[in-house]
T-cell receptor, first 116, second 110 residues
Framework: EAGVTQFPSHSVIEKGQTVTLRCDPISGHDNLYWYRRVMGKEIKFLLHFVKESKQDESGMPNNRFLAERTGGTYSTLKVQPAELEDSGVYFCASSHYRSGRANEQFFGPGTRLTVL | GQSLEQPSEVTAVEGAIVQINCTYQTSGFYGLSWYQQHDGGAPTFLSYNALDGLEETGRFSSFLSRSDSYGYLLLQELQMKDSASYFC???????????FGRGTSLIVHP
């Protein structure tokens, strides 16, 4: 079974540019989460989809961040315009909705975003 | 809100036993998870405790004391490949969203 995949693995952009990150969850996983980790700090929650619906987006830092999950499959996270403080590693994770192990989230390898 | 405390770094030698502690504050505790992350890799689920006591999975064990708002991850027979960051994460009642600690960097020496 394929794991969670993310694209790109690295992205270096200039302040003011736009970047779109993609996440493909494990097939059949209804829950999809986005997180961000700034170096040396905690893995911080951004938002949670259940299928195509945004269940919780309380962690989104501001309206420069837009997440979508059309059709309830893959998800994109767009940052527009990017600022220096947006640099970090963006992780995507998925889990099965009704699994007894819904606590277990499967993480992707992350996208390392550097804003110059 | 929630907060978690775990040591920033722990060092140990190969073959030894190491314990990584995690204390938390939360309004409605549901469960505590542990994740492992190697440099440049994806965090990987290790264990989950909802009830008091010790859960053992091979060389790794996780303990929870709800009354003390405390848990730990115990790694036995340490191997070089265990060098990684270890995160504890708390779930609140009614939420699927875990709150992660800052992670503990475990360095295993030969």
């Amino acid at each position: 079974e394929a794991g969670v995949t993310q694209f790109p693995s690295h992205s270096v952009i200039e302040k003011g540019q736009t970047v779109t990150l993609r996440c493909d969850p494990i097939s059949g996983h209804d829950n999809l989460y986005w997180y961000r980790r700034v170096m040396g700090k905690e893995i911080k929650f951004l938002l949670h989809f259940v299928k195509e619906s945004k269940q919780d987006e309380s962690g989104m830092p501001n309206n420069r961040f837009l997440a979508e999950r059309t059709g309830g499959t893959y998800s994109t996270l767009k940052v527009q315009p990017a600022e220096l403080e947006d640099s970090g590693v963006y992780f995507c994770a998925s889990s099965h909705y009704r699994s007894g192990r819904a606590n277990e989230q499967f993480f992707g390898p992350g996208t390392r975003l550097t804003v110059l | 809100g929630q907060s978690l405390e775990q040591p920033s770094e722990v060092t140990a030698v190969e073959g030894a036993i190491v314990q990584i502690n995690c204390t938390y504050q939360t309004s409605g505790f549901y469960g505590l998870s542990w994740y492992q992350q190697h440099d440049g890799g994806a965090p990987t689920f290790l264990s989950y405790n909802a009830l008091d006591g010790l859960e053992e999975t091979g060389r790794f064990s996780s303990f929870l004391s709800r009354s003390d708002s405390y848990g730990y991850l115990l790694l036995q027979e340490l191997q070089m490949k265990d060098s990684a960051s270890y995160f504890c994460a708390v779930r609140e009642e009614g939420s699927y969203i875990p709150t992660f600690g800052r992670g503990t960097s475990l360095i295993v020496h030969p």
